[in-house]
């Protein structure tokens, strides 16, 4: 029994291993931070390139009078100002209405992202607008998240694929010819 005595007390006062005890608790939690600021740190590239890229588009419809672009022609637009973004054209939906300033009716809330798994309708909520017409154009991107069990990745809502989205606005009014 004095042995075992002896080796409890010895084993108490030994601080070998003190490190790997700190180690043990705190790396999960920096893990979890690291994850976390890398998922939001893509998050907002992509966003602030889908933002870029939709703007430039928008500039190109707003400035380029007489061209009818359709829904294709302003995706690949916006894909190729945005560069940044995986499987842009497949990812992207565009919806395009017109706003009556006189009678003004807030747009819907939500944009319209789809399910990237079914074939996206382009002519879905897409109208060309006439001279001097106010127009709301919103782009919706979707995208798998890096880390999607982890921090803020296990946060985002996502759809039945596991994809998130992001979504892009931008007004402009239809310059005459």
Do not use: W
Not at 24 to 49: D, K, N, Q, W, Y
Not at 129 to 134: L, V
Not at 168 to 175: D, I, L, M
Request: proline letters at 5%; aromatic letters at 10%; charged letters at 25%.
């Amino acid at each position: 029994m004095k042995h075992v005595s002896q080796y409890i007390r010895r084993f108490r006062g030994e601080e070998d291993g003190n490190a790997t005890v700190e180690f043990a608790i705190l790396f999960p939690f920096f893990v979890f931070m690291f994850c976390a600021a890398v998922e939001l740190g893509m998050i907002t590239f992509r966003h602030s390139m889908l933002e870029r890229g939709l703007d430039l588009a928008v500039r190109d419809v707003r400035l380029t009078t007489g061209v009818d672009y359709q829904h294709d022609d302003i995706r690949d637009r916006t894909c190729g100002y945005a560069g940044f973004l995986p499987k842009c054209t497949t990812r992207l939906q565009l919806e395009m209405a017109p706003l009556d300033m006189r009678n003004y009716t807030r747009p819907d809330g939500t944009a319209r992202c789809g399910d990237i798994a079914l074939t996206a309708n382009p002519a879905n909520e897409f109208q060309n607008g006439r001279q001097n017409e106010m127009m709301i154009l919103r782009a919706c991107y979707t995208f798998k998240p890096l880390f999607p069990l982890t921090g803020l990745g296990r946060h985002l809502s996502t759809d039945d694929t596991g994809h998130a989205a992001m979504v892009a606005t931008s007004a402009f009014v239809q310059e005459p010819l």
